[in-house]
């Protein structure tokens, strides 16, 4: 059936043949353009037309185009935007555009053909050709039927024989059969020619191979049926009754019930997690359309009783004119794997975009110039029009540079290179990494440093065909890395060798020391009190003090003494109020700490800083090599533990380095990291130890003391763990839970115990907290929250505390003052305050430092100097304690120099809580003992054998 209607199509085609050849004129070439599209079209104007103003024509004719931006797909339309050209090319006599015309039709991508009034193909492109396999003669005539699919040859030519006697467009889709037997798809669209509003019979249309479109198509419907099946769950269910009302194949098949039994459910009874009022307050949101939808995770039970993990997405939606949930379960793992995939998307994205900002130059593979971007241009000065088609090198590289390079490259690599563009590319063509640092010369002669990639540019065999340069301006950067390489090696703040250039020299001095055979030493100094200078002060008084500093250090660097052997060979800075000094050719390690002892006495000197004078001096940590070492980080680690303990030992001293310190440096850091986990447990406490008063005999006021009881390592000395606190801000919380605890302990005597409950305790103050602007309103707080009344609370501070800044010491005790606090001063004696400073602050009590009652009871100088401070302290209506009274001596002789108030080891240790209360409840009797001091004293002592037991609990 379909061979006799491909005979029957070619008897007619040799008379529509003939009829065709009487009507046709020279064929006219029409040439339209749409945006970024080109259309074509040709037409058969009537001879009567041919006569018309071609401009006319353009406006008038229409014409079969392919247009890739048109929405509806590459179909033969009208066309809208013709484009204006010469006359000359609108004449189809012309042999020049007829060329041109054949060459367009030749270089689109779709198969175009012509066929005449009986349906011969009069031609084929060469997309055509290539889609069919046939060549242009064999699909002329009637031979591109020979390709069409035997199934579909009757279809074809009954549409094609409909839609020729309409002299309509016509659209088809059918199959060929490639003479290499392969099976394509094609579809085939064309639109009659017509002749003054008269068909002649002819058509003109384009083919498309669609094989791969309706490969993808049926691959998308296969999927839709899949994901519609199996991977999602839906369920819908009643907002009111909360019962589902649908729910789909997947969800069903994976919970195991029936439609008809889920019907009679709701969400509840496969949310093991959720009871019915957990599951209303969940979506009281979309109720009160407070929210859109919900998201978030649950539990889903199939009717075997196994739970699943599942995603919702729910909301609020109507059905049937009800309001219902709509619940979409989504597979999270799934989901997760998009978010990623989105992710690596936008980060390329993001590098794209990233590199446009760059100068980019694309070139031949001999380094002609081919594309050069915007960047590029802005970069270089020059328009992309004056450097296309130009050699690389020859126009903006130095070519000194260039020729410098190739003696480089041809040694490095082992190739005989000559100055060229092959410098640039070498690198790229071996398979190495080609990224380097190059001078362009811009187009106004100035220089410019970039940061040069060259990536090759490779066709689908591997050859290269160009190569893509990259450039980065790092002209700024290469300022700012030279003026950095400057300061790298000098502190900024004094000019002093900075800690860079300061391990250069350490390791210079190794080897300079084992070389010769003699010895050097490294000390690390830091300032005593520099931060409390920076926080009273301000950061400039800080800095210049730092500058003094330096300046002592420089005179005593430069001082020479004609008794050394040595000599100073670096002083450095390494940051904040650390300095380093570092001696060559010593002759004996015992010079070092002469050295040091040189430089404590020029820090005792006061610092004038404006209109104030103050006091630093340095804890000095020393090294003596080369002894083991070979690097200069270990010399200054080893010194800065040295420097440690040497501010452990107190102000102004110096130690020298030995390898037990690192034991204790160890055991410092465990403590450290312990104790702030202790902080806030049971581990920490406070033990309390009576004051005691020589007039009447009371117990006047307790001393809290903290005290640690490690799990471990048992308990620690105050002496160890204090100082640990001290150098970090740990003392701040330790001094917030001492004065919290110890005030709530005293408020809670004052409700147990009565008449001998202590009317006052005493709790010392860390210099950090004392120089806290907040210590007054913290104090307030605690009172507050404890209920104790503030004449109960006694605080004590060490003359270091207001020794830098008096007048902000005074401010503080004077707000400490107003809330009903009395002060104390501690240890008094053990540091640089004078009598007449006590003056100046608002101060109640004065505790004298054991250290003047160690020998009172053999010293006449101690036991003078006492007796004048008894004596100004009355004066001054400040009360008087003696700390640290241990023996009867010393409790007799305090008493003949009239103190009145004492504490030691003599009265009483400090001791828990509990023992506390019975030594309280216990001693009563001694109040009676008020005819006279010594009585007291002899009744103290009396009593002493009953007392020991309970203070050494």
């Excluded at 006569?51 to 890739?68: F, L, W």
């Excluded at 070498?426 to 190059?438: I, R, S």
């Excluded at 006495?601 to 003596?624: D, K, M």
């Amino acid at each position: 059936m379909a061979q006799a209607k491909v005979e029957a199509f070619r008897s007619a085609e040799s008379s529509r043949s003939i009829q065709s050849q009487t009507n046709d004129a020279a064929p006219k070439i029409r040439l339209h353009r749409k945006p970024i599209a080109v259309t074509w079209a040709i037409e058969r104007p009537t001879a009567s037309r041919a006569a018309k103003n071609y401009d006319n024509m353009i406006q008038n004719d229409e014409a079969i185009h392919s247009d890739p931006t048109d929405p509806e797909g590459p179909h033969g339309t009208a066309a809208s935007a013709p484009l204006t050209v010469p006359n000359s090319l609108l004449t189809l006599d012309e042999p020049s555009c007829r060329t041109q015309l054949h060459s367009i039709a030749e270089f689109v991508p779709i198969g175009i053909f012509k066929c005449d009034a009986s349906g011969a193909n009069v031609y084929t492109n060469h997309a055509w050709q290539q889609i069919s396999g046939m060549t242009s003669q064999q699909t002329l005539g009637s031979g591109w039927l020979e390709c069409i699919h035997p199934e579909d040859l009757s279809k074809v030519m009954d549409q094609w024989n409909r839609y020729f006697l309409a002299g309509s467009e016509y659209q088809m889709e059918f199959r060929i059969r490639r003479p290499d037997g392969e099976i394509r798809h094609l579809s085939a669209r064309a639109r009659p020619v017509t002749t003054d509003q008269f068909h002649d019979g002819g058509y003109i249309g384009y083919i498309e191979d669609v094989t791969e479109r309706r490969a993808l198509e049926l691959e998308r419907n296969e999927h839709s049926v899949i994901l519609e099946r199996s991977l999602n769950e839906i369920f819908i269910f009643d907002a009111e009754t909360l019962l589902f009302q649908f729910v789909n194949e997947g969800a069903r098949r994976n919970l195991g019930y029936a439609m008809s039994e889920l019907r009679q459910m709701t969400p509840v009874d496969i949310k093991p997690t959720f009871d019915l009022l957990d599951f209303e307050k969940s979506i009281e949101p979309l109720r009160n359309k407070t929210k859109d939808f919900l998201v978030f995770q649950t539990v889903h039970r199939r009717a075997n009783g196994t739970d699943y993990d599942v995603e919702v997405r729910l909301q609020m939606s109507m059905m049937a004119d009800r309001p219902v949930f709509l619940a979409i379960i989504m597979d999270i793992t799934e989901r997760l794997a998009k978010e990623a995939e989105a992710a690596k998307a936008n980060a390329l994205q993001r590098a794209i975009f990233d590199s446009a900002a760059y100068a980019i130059i694309a070139t031949t593979p001999s380094g002609t110039i081919t594309n050069f971007n915007p960047a590029a241009e802005r970069l270089l000065g020059y328009t992309s029009e004056e450097l296309v088609d130009q050699h690389t090198p020859a126009i903006f590289h130095l070519e000194s540079e260039v020729a410098a390079r190739a003696k480089t490259f041809s040694n490095d690599l082992q190739i005989d290179l000559e100055p060229g563009f092959d410098v640039f590319v070498c690198k790229t063509n071996l398979g190495l990494p080609n990224e380097l640092e190059w001078t362009y010369v811009r187009k106004d002669g100035s220089h410019v440093l970039v940061m040069l990639g060259v990536t090759a540019l490779r066709d689908n065999n591997g050859e290269i065909t160009g190569y893509l340069g990259i450039a980065k301006d790092i002209t700024r950067q290469k300022h700012y890395e030279e003026k950095l390489a400057a300061a790298a090696v000098t502190d900024s703040l004094t000019g002093l060798p900075n800690r860079v250039l300061l391990l250069d020299h350490l390791r210079g001095a190794i080897i300079r020391s084992k070389k010769r055979g003699t010895k050097f030493s490294c000390l690390f100094l830091d300032f005593d009190r520099f931060k409390s200078v920076n926080d009273s002060w301000g950061h400039d008084v800080g800095d210049e003090l730092l500058r003094q500093i330096a300046d002592r250090l420089r005179t005593e660097g430069e001082v020479n003494d004609p008794a050394a052997s040595y000599y100073v060979s670096v002083i450095a800075r390494l940051g904040g109020d650390e300095f380093v000094v570092v001696l060559e050719d010593l002759d004996q390690a015992e010079d070092s700490a002469t050295f040091a002892e040189k430089l404590q006495q020029r820090f005792a000197e006061p610092y004038q800083l404006g209109a104030q004078q103050f006091f630093s001096t340095a804890s000095i940590g020393i090294v003596n090599g080369p002894s083991t070492y070979d690097r200069g980080e270990d010399i200054l680690r080893d010194a800065d533990t040295a420097m440690y303990e040497a501010k452990r030992a107190g102000r102004a001293q110096h130690v020298i380095f030995d390898d037990k310190m690192h034991t204790q440096v160890h055991r410092r850091m465990q403590l450290e990291n312990e104790l702030r986990d202790a902080i806030g447990t049971d581990q920490l406490s406070l033990h309390y130890q009576p004051i005691v008063s020589l007039v009447t005999g009371e117990i006047t006021a307790v001393e809290a003391l903290l005290r640690w009881q490690h799990p471990k390592f048992g308990s620690i000395s105050p002496a160890e763990f204090i100082p640990i606190a001290q150098e970090s801000d740990m003392i701040l919380r330790l001094g917030e839970w001492v004065l919290s605890t110890g005030c709530q302990q005293c408020a809670d005597w004052q409700k147990t115990l009565g008449s001998v409950a202590p009317r006052q305790i005493n709790i010392n103050l860390a210099r950090k907290q004392f120089e806290d602007p907040n210590l007054p309103n913290d104090i307030s707080s605690v009172l507050r929250k404890t209920g104790l009344p503030a004449e109960f609370l006694q605080l004590e501070v060490t003359e270091e505390s207001f020794a830098l800044n008096v007048n902000e010491a005074a401010r503080t005790m004077r707000s400490i003052r107003e809330l009903g606090v009395t002060l104390a001063i501690d240890d008094f004696g053990s540091g640089t305050a004078s009598f007449a400073a006590l003056n100046q602050f608002p101060v109640d009590v004065l505790k004298v430092d054991r250290s003047l009652i160690d020998n009172i009871e053999d010293s006449t100088g101690e036991a003078a100097l006492l007796h004048g401070l008894v004596v100004m302290v009355r004066n001054l209506g400040i009360k008087l304690v003696a700390e640290g009274v241990e023996t009867f001596e010393q409790l007799k002789a305090l008493q003949e120099l009239g103190c009145e108030s004492m504490q030691g080891y003599y009265f009483a240790r400090p001791m828990p809580v509990e023992n506390l209360e019975h030594f309280l409840k216990t001693n009563m009797g001694l109040q009676a003992c008020t005819t006279g001091a010594m009585a007291f004293a002899n009744g103290w002592a009396q009593k002493m054998t009953y007392m020991v037991p309970f203070s050494s609990m």
